[in-house]
């Protein structure tokens, strides 16, 4: 009889313990069955590092090939290029702030990818039958970086209010950087620069571009600052239990039309990204910030106020 409660004891305890784990499970995002327990213990065993995994070899893959495709018409190979590279883009970021690593293990990626980046772009010399993977390696390298730094960075964000007005900072100083400060001043006098600390979007079937580096032709550059900010949007909402999948969704479609203005809209070169990202954040996420009534008002003057600015320099840049 002794032994009979005792197995009955142990078969709760599994049991309770068992719906511990889902739920803690539950709270992370995982959604993970309760045969795939284990993940819950080794975040390397995520179906977000998984799949962090799977586009960036996938990234890789596509970096290599897709600019030897030939036949393409101009505007087709401009847009595949767009779609394609900065789709991945987004979805490393995406779910690589979704991966449940400690602070080590982030800065342990983040050193590991700058590691390869500076040995890939500054160190070695690739022969000329391994320049097209040392570009895609280096560049996926470089991406790496400024996504497990901005993971990194939105740990510093411990609660949702911070964000509002850290968001319209951002998207303002990327606006008058790229208009009328550094940024631009580096665009004019030192593209190589810029170039090596951005992600490249190659040329496809033929279609116009610029040389950069050896062995390969851009059409256009995401920078590092974009994508260290779009990576700690993604973490931010996560860490903060904000809409994480929504924020994908707002934030996406507004960087590929920013990408599209600025290649198919003649003055509009070199626009800046950040001003679209925290408009997708912040129209997704806005009802989870907790302001009182007066504060809606003054953030929604702030957001005008940032709008005027954006058209103003959009029409000085183009008409002035």
């Known amino acids: 009889m002794r032994g009979g409660e005792l197995k009955m004891a142990d078969e709760e305890h599994s049991l309770e313990t068992e719906r511990v784990d889902l739920g803690i499970g539950e709270r992370l995002g995982a959604g993970l069955p309760l045969h795939e327990w284990r993940t819950l213990t080794d975040p390397w065993r995520t179906p977000s590092v998984r799949m962090t995994m799977l586009f960036a070899g996938l990234y890789l893959v596509l970096r290599m090939w897709l600019p030897t495709v030939g036949g393409l018409p101009e505007s087709s190979a401009k847009l595949l290029s767009i779609l394609v590279f900065v789709t991945l883009t987004f979805l490393i970021a995406y779910h690589a702030a979704r991966m449940r690593l400690g602070l080590r293990a982030q800065l342990g990626g983040l050193a590991g990818a700058l590691i390869v980046w500076l040995a890939l772009s500054f160190l070695l010399r690739p022969t000329p039958g391994t320049q097209v993977v040392a570009a895609a390696a280096g560049d996926l390298a470089f991406m790496l970086c400024c996504v497990f730094f901005g993971v990194i960075l939105a ?3 411990r609660d949702r209010n911070i964000l509002l007005p850290a968001s319209l900072a951002v998207a303002l100083v990327d606006l008058i950087g790229v208009y009328y400060g550094l940024t631009g001043r580096l665009l004019q006098d030192a593209p190589e620069l810029v ?14 571009g610029t040389a950069v580096g050896a062995g390969s032709r851009v059409l256009a550059t995401m920078g590092g600052g974009d994508i260290v900010f779009i990576a700690v949007f993604f973490a931010a909402a996560v860490r903060l239990e904000m809409n994480v999948r929504g924020t994908f969704w707002y934030v996406y479609p ?67």
Request: hydrophobic share 65%.
């Open 195 to 208: 170039a090596n600390l951005s992600v490249k979007l190659p040329t496809i079937g033929g279609a116009p």
């Open 254 to 320: 507004l960087s590929i039309l920013a990408m599209i203005l600025a290649l198919f809209v003649p003055g509009l070169v070199g626009i800046p990204a950040l001003p679209f990202v925290v408009a997708g954040f912040l129209a997704c996420n806005f009802h989870y910030f907790d302001l009182t009534p007066g504060e809606r008002w003054a953030m929604l003057y702030a957001g005008l106020v940032v709008l005027v600015v954006i058209l103003l320099c959009v029409f000085a840049a183009r008409y002035v």
């Open 155 to 157: 740990r510093a964000f």
